[in-house]
Nanobody
């Protein structure tokens, strides 16, 4: 059973930064991929970024490229999302997720991920 716990959300002004963390309780990550998704009020959950655990290859949604950085700490079993130049359109609940079977072309799909955290709220004020 994989458990994911996000933290680091909060209220920030436009132009500011936040770093989200995701603590994962799973023993073997080498074949896994992890991702961040977000869901704004009244909208569907959407892909933000993904990372393949063994190779560290990263993928980003166009809307966050150049502003967000996904990273991992293997020793601590942690996934991070560093967010910069935030704007009100980034306001959402952010979720981390684990994919145990995946293809690089499917990492943007919700259905690829088997385990999800409870989410952390990010609010960007204008």
């Amino acid at each position: 059973q994989v458990q994911l716990v996000e933290s680091g959300g909060g209220l920030v002004q436009a132009g500011g930064s936040l770093r989200l963390s995701c603590a994962a309780s799973v023993r073997t990550y080498n074949n896994y991929a992890m991702g961040w998704f977000r869901q704004a009020p009244g909208k569907e959950r959407a892909f933000v970024a993904a990372l393949t655990w063994s190779a560290g290859t990263t993928y980003y949604a166009d809307s966050v490229k150049g502003r967000f950085t996904i990273s991992r700490d293997n020793a601590k079993n942690m996934l991070y999302l560093q967010m910069k130049s935030l704007n009100p359109e980034d306001t959402a609940v952010y979720y981390c997720a684990v994919a145990t079977y995946w293809m690089s072309t499917s990492l943007h799909l919700i259905s690829t991920y088997a385990y999800w955290g409870q989410g952390t709220q990010v609010t960007v004020s204008s």
